[in-house]
């Protein structure tokens, strides 16, 4: 596919949407809808985001045999999804100081030690280019109301056999159901 044109169609306060028309193989035209946090793209290299615009955070207690999962009212849903903590990087930030904010604001708990940093992934490439990098670690303290009026989050932490029965009984996110799936599986 060769992307011929890209015309932005909405401008929002967080996402904009786009249409991006390409040219198919056999010299066909194919307009693809999508969105980014991006409010200008114009070009291809636009389009590539090489730089994160999120933070996701997989988390485990002092002992690393609970994981922390969120609870949370998600609007595009209209019900609870069980999903990691994650948020947008500001302006200047480092992912991994953004990951430490984004899990005190969240759920009160200090990110005390980063174990990894897992490079550059998309969120959802079905629709839009946004990036995150994951932030590996391990938090203490005790859990607290989110500080965000306009989310509504109940964090905690579950064991391995906790997990797999959620997996089975509530609606999760992929990336979180995904890494909890094999995570939850995992011998020690």
Same mark, same amino acid.
């Given at each position: 596919?060769?992307?011929?044109?890209?015309?932005?169609?909405?401008?929002?306060?967080?996402?904009?949407? @786009?249409?991006?028309?390409? =040219? &198919?193989?056999?010299?066909?035209?194919?307009? @693809?809808?999508? !969105? /980014?946090? +991006?409010? =200008?793209? $114009?070009? =291809?290299? @636009?389009?590539?985001?090489?730089?994160?615009?999120?933070?996701?955070?997989? !988390? &485990?207690?002092?002992?690393?045999? %609970?994981?922390?999962?969120?609870? =949370?009212? %998600?609007?595009?849903?209209?019900?609870?999804?069980? +999903?990691?903590?994650?948020?947008?990087?500001?302006?200047?930030?480092?992912?991994?100081?953004?990951?430490?904010?984004?899990?005190?604001?969240?759920?009160?708990?200090?990110?005390?030690?980063?174990?990894?940093?897992?490079?550059? /992934?998309?969120?959802?490439?079905?629709?839009?280019?946004?990036? +995150?990098?994951?932030?590996?670690?391990?938090?203490?303290?005790?859990? $607290?109301? /989110?500080?965000?009026?306009?989310?509504? !989050?109940?964090?905690?932490?579950?064991?391995?056999?906790?997990?797999?029965?959620?997996? %089975?009984?509530?609606?999760?996110?992929? %990336?979180?159901?995904?890494?909890?799936?094999?995570?939850?599986?995992?011998?020690?």
């Amino acid at each position: 596919m060769k992307l011929k044109n890209i015309e932005k169609k909405l401008g929002g306060k967080f996402i904009h949407r @786009y249409d991006l028309t390409y =040219e &198919t193989e056999d010299g066909g035209k194919k307009v @693809y809808e999508m !969105i /980014s946090r +991006n409010p =200008e793209i $114009r070009t =291809e290299e @636009y389009l590539i985001s090489k730089k994160p615009d999120a933070v996701v955070l997989i !988390i &485990t207690d002092e002992s690393g045999e %609970r994981i922390l999962i969120d609870r =949370e009212f %998600r609007m595009a849903t209209g019900e609870w999804i069980y +999903n990691f903590p994650a948020g947008l990087i500001d302006p200047g930030e480092t992912p991994e100081a953004a990951a430490k904010r984004e899990l005190w604001e969240e759920t009160g708990l200090e990110l005390y030690e980063i174990e990894d940093k897992i490079p550059l /992934s998309y969120s959802a490439i079905g629709f839009a280019n946004e990036t +995150n990098v994951c932030i590996v670690g391990k938090a203490r303290g005790a859990f $607290r109301k /989110s500080t965000s009026v306009v989310e509504e !989050i109940v964090p905690g932490w579950y064991t391995k056999e906790e997990v797999r029965e959620l997996i %089975r009984k509530e609606p999760f996110a992929a %990336r979180t159901q995904a890494y909890c799936y094999v995570w939850s599986r995992e011998q020690v």
